[in-house]
């Protein structure tokens, strides 16, 4: 029995694939209204989302306690100090705890797990897999971050859990039948003498972890349509005897995709809701959005369906509330609604410490490695406006890279160009030692390296694709560095490239601002001819953002992450001295008058 279960045990039944077990605990019948009234009964489910590979509360960037401006917590020792004070106040009645996915990848320690002594060598148990079977989740969905370190490495987390991973819509390439558990109906007990109410739980992945992961899912896992799927396995769920049906689905509400129209809809929960019968709430992550409460009309039945989205890191607890009557023999949902609970309200719980705290211990000790001394204090605070030293330093490192490897091949004679992008406002190498935190607070993605050919009109057509990013603003418009940005793109999708100079006119419409591109350091203009090899990551390679032209055959790609190659250039020089690299190649302008 976990540490954090009350004092009886439910039954699982799992369909279709792995079986699991996880606590009972029952539901008390609450008072009738009248002698001929049925009984109601209540179900609490509890949601997670986008932990990342949270427990402690914990900044590995910045090595001290996590905080931000508005005083947020993170981590699974925090939620499951939720978990446990809501399963004490309900005093053994029934409560079910979801998880919505991407769990495996984000921190340093779940990074350290992953490449310095992969659970894959070690046999060591992952550290979100002991700190999510002490707070004894019921199921978890798999997200597309599961899948950033390969399959091997996905199932063994998997076989290390004390409950299933779901995810319905990932179906092996070759048998065709899911590759993973589809769904699980468990039996809830609702109290002596009622009924068992049997609660099906379907989870679904993202999609878009066939572009994302291709080098570890292509050829293996076909991942399809969310809707699709769940409208195959609702009725499923239904006719072996579903009284309830959940979702927990890996996929934002918006509707819409970060990628283009090849693959299904990234961010389809609200769409799940309005076309398939059947479903009485969503417990939805992937967009980190808090979205405490909404209710979306299926268009077949006229049923209010209930969704929620509790942010991201640990930072909030969904909880969803419904009441049942049993009636003429059947179940029946009289109410239901859902509430957000703030993790910063509770202290951290000391069994999930305690179980990871020698892996937190050995990865503050790794990121605290000295790699380098930096010459000048280098920060990324005005890398999405300014070409900046800090953001030069990836591309230097990223084109000397492929230049070496490169060399002697056919492609030896093509400049080489480079990207990199601002993940970080707040990355900072610190004059003096520089530390493995400071360049994983640099580079926080477990991107790869690759490269690709483009030729001159390709890298134009990129350039005016990432200078959407900016809003519009004629001359002489107030210019403020805070909202200079269009809110609709990530940071992570604005692009920067080393090799050629180039203007960026944000006065201009989006599509016609690249108004001085030259090869770099002269005046030569980049002909739609000429070619380029162009040093990238492996996440843009694949598609990741739609930018055009980037998705071919790669003539680089020794599987290198990023990241580390960072580490080890400066390991291998011992100095950053932006002398070495810093080339300003880059502004942003107003009809040719520099905006900063």
Not at 224 to 231: F, N, P
Not at 435 to 460: C, F, H, P, Q, W
């Given at each position: 029995?976990?540490?954090?279960?009350?004092?009886?045990?439910?039954?699982?039944?799992?369909?279709?694939a792995?079986?699991?077990?996880a606590?009972?605990v029952?539901?008390?019948?609450?008072?009738?209204?009248?002698?001929?009234?049925p009984?109601t009964?209540?179900?609490?489910?509890?949601?997670?989302?986008?932990?990342?590979?949270?427990?402690?509360?914990?900044?590995?960037?910045?090595?001290?306690?996590?905080?931000?401006?508005?005083?947020?917590?993170?981590?699974?020792?925090?939620?499951?100090?939720?978990?446990?004070?809501?399963?004490?106040?309900?005093?053994?009645?029934?409560?079910?705890?979801?998880?919505?996915?991407?769990?495996?990848?984000?921190?340093?320690?779940?990074?350290?797990?992953?490449?310095?002594?992969?659970?894959?060598?070690?046999?060591e148990?992952?550290?979100?897999?002991?700190a999510?079977?002490?707070?004894?989740?019921?199921?978890?969905?798999?997200?597309?971050?599961?899948?950033?370190?390969?399959?091997?490495?996905?199932?063994?987390?998997?076989?290390?859990?004390?409950?299933?991973?779901?995810?319905?819509?990932?179906?092996?390439?070759?048998?065709?039948?899911?590759?993973?558990?589809?769904?699980?109906?468990?039996?809830?007990?609702l109290?002596?003498?009622?009924?068992?109410?049997r609660?099906?739980?379907?989870?679904?992945?993202?999609?878009?972890t066939?572009?994302?992961?291709?080098?570890?899912?292509?050829?293996?896992?076909?991942?399809?349509?969310?809707?699709?799927?769940?409208?195959?396995?609702?009725?499923?769920m239904?006719?072996?005897?579903?009284?309830?049906?959940?979702?927990?689905?890996?996929?934002?509400?918006?509707?819409?995709?970060?990628?283009?129209?090849?693959?299904?809809?990234?961010?389809?929960?609200?769409?799940?809701?309005?076309?398939?019968p059947?479903?009485?709430?969503?417990?939805?992550?992937?967009?980190?959005?808090?979205?405490?409460?909404?209710?979306?009309?299926?268009?077949?039945?006229?049923?209010?369906?209930?969704?929620?989205e509790?942010?991201?890191?640990?930072?909030?607890?969904?909880?969803?509330?419904?009441?049942?009557?049993?009636?003429?023999?059947?179940?029946?949902?009289?109410?239901?609604?859902?509430?957000?609970?703030?993790?910063?309200?509770?202290?951290?719980?000391?069994?999930?410490?305690?179980?990871?705290?020698?892996?937190?211990?050995?990865?503050?000790?790794y990121?605290?490695?000295?790699?380098?001394?930096s010459?000048?204090?280098?920060?990324?605070?005005?890398?999405?406006?300014?070409?900046?030293?800090?953001?030069d330093?990836?591309n230097q490192?990223?084109?000397?890279?492929?230049?070496?490897?490169?060399?002697?091949?056919q492609?030896?004679?093509?400049?080489?160009?480079?990207?990199?992008?601002?993940?970080?406002?707040?990355?900072?190498?610190?004059?003096?030692?520089?530390?493995?935190?400071?360049?994983?607070?640099?580079?926080?993605?477990?991107?790869?390296?690759?490269?690709?050919?483009?030729?001159?009109?390709?890298?134009?057509?990129?350039?005016?694709?990432?200078?959407?990013?900016?809003?519009?603003?004629?001359?002489?418009a107030?210019?403020?560095?805070?909202?200079?940005?269009?809110?609709?793109?990530?940071?992570?999708?604005?692009?920067?490239?080393?090799?050629?100079?180039?203007?960026?006119?944000?006065?201009?419409?989006?599509?016609?601002?690249?108004?001085?591109?030259?090869?770099?350091?002269?005046?030569?203009?980049?002909?739609?001819?000429?070619?380029?090899?162009?040093?990238?990551?492996?996440?843009?390679?694949?598609?990741?953002?739609?930018?055009?032209?980037?998705?071919?055959?790669?003539?680089?790609?020794?599987?290198?992450?990023?990241?580390?190659?960072?580490?080890?250039?400066?390991?291998e020089?011992?100095?950053?001295?932006?002398?070495?690299?810093?080339q300003?190649?880059?502004?942003?302008?107003?009809?040719?008058?520099?905006?900063?």
């Open positions: 029995m976990s540490p954090l279960t009350g004092p009886s045990r439910r039954q699982v039944l799992a369909v279709a792995a079986a699991a077990t606590p009972l029952a539901a008390a019948p609450a008072q009738a209204h009248g002698p001929t009234r009984k009964y209540d179900l609490t489910v509890l949601g997670t989302s986008d932990t990342h590979g949270n427990v402690y509360n914990w900044d590995y960037y910045r090595d001290a306690e996590y905080d931000d401006s508005a005083h947020n917590d993170v981590g699974v020792a925090k939620l499951a100090s939720l978990v446990t004070r809501i399963r004490a106040e309900r005093r053994g009645r029934a409560t079910l705890v979801l998880d919505a996915g991407d769990t495996i990848q984000g921190t340093s320690l779940a990074t350290y797990y992953a490449k310095q002594e992969p659970i894959t060598s070690t046999g148990t992952h550290p979100m897999a002991r999510m079977n002490i707070l004894d989740y019921d199921a978890v969905t798999l997200g597309n971050h599961e899948f950033n370190y390969g399959l091997p490495l996905l199932d063994r987390w998997i076989r290390q859990l004390g409950f299933p991973a779901l995810a319905a819509n990932a179906v092996n390439e070759r048998t065709g039948k899911p590759a993973f558990t589809p769904y699980v109906i468990k039996k809830v007990s109290g002596p003498g009622a009924p068992t109410l609660v099906g739980i379907l989870g679904l992945t993202n999609p878009g066939a572009i994302w992961d291709r080098a570890h899912v292509e050829g293996r896992l076909r991942f399809e349509d969310m809707v699709a799927t769940a409208a195959r396995w609702v009725p499923v239904r006719q072996r005897g579903a009284d309830v049906v959940l979702i927990s689905a890996h996929g934002g509400d918006s509707g819409t995709s970060s990628y283009g129209p090849e693959l299904p809809n990234e961010n389809p929960c609200a769409l799940i809701a309005e076309q398939v059947g479903i009485d709430a969503i417990l939805f992550g992937h967009a980190h959005a808090e979205v405490v409460e909404r209710f979306v009309v299926n268009r077949v039945t006229g049923e209010r369906v209930l969704m929620s509790p942010s991201k890191w640990g930072q909030r607890l969904t909880r969803m509330d419904f009441t049942l009557e049993r009636q003429h023999g059947r179940w029946r949902i009289t109410g239901k609604r859902a509430t957000m609970l703030n993790t910063n309200t509770v202290p951290e719980h000391p069994l999930v410490l305690a179980a990871v705290r020698r892996q937190h211990d050995k990865t503050v000790a990121v605290n490695q000295v790699v380098a001394t010459a000048v204090e280098l920060s990324a605070a005005e890398s999405r406006y300014k070409d900046t030293p800090i953001l330093y990836i490192v990223q084109t000397d890279v492929v230049t070496a490897a490169l060399a002697g091949s492609y030896a004679s093509l400049p080489v160009l480079s990207i990199a992008a601002p993940f970080s406002r707040t990355a900072v190498f610190p004059a003096g030692d520089v530390r493995i935190k400071d360049v994983a607070g640099l580079y926080i993605y477990d991107n790869t390296l690759e490269a690709v050919v483009l030729s001159g009109a390709e890298v134009r057509a990129y350039l005016e694709y990432s200078a959407k990013y900016f809003r519009t603003l004629g001359p002489g107030p210019v403020d560095p805070a909202e200079i940005s269009d809110p609709a793109v990530p940071d992570y999708n604005y692009d920067t490239l080393s090799g050629v100079d180039y203007d960026i006119d944000i006065s201009r419409p989006v599509g016609h601002r690249i108004t001085r591109l030259v090869r770099s350091g002269t005046d030569t203009p980049v002909a739609d001819t000429d070619q380029f090899v162009v040093a990238v990551n492996n996440y843009r390679r694949s598609g990741g953002g739609n930018f055009p032209g980037i998705v071919k055959t790669q003539v680089y790609n020794a599987q290198q992450e990023i990241r580390q190659l960072l580490i080890d250039w400066a390991q020089r011992g100095s950053i001295d932006p002398a070495d690299f810093f300003p190649n880059w502004r942003l302008v107003r009809e040719g008058v520099p905006v900063f």
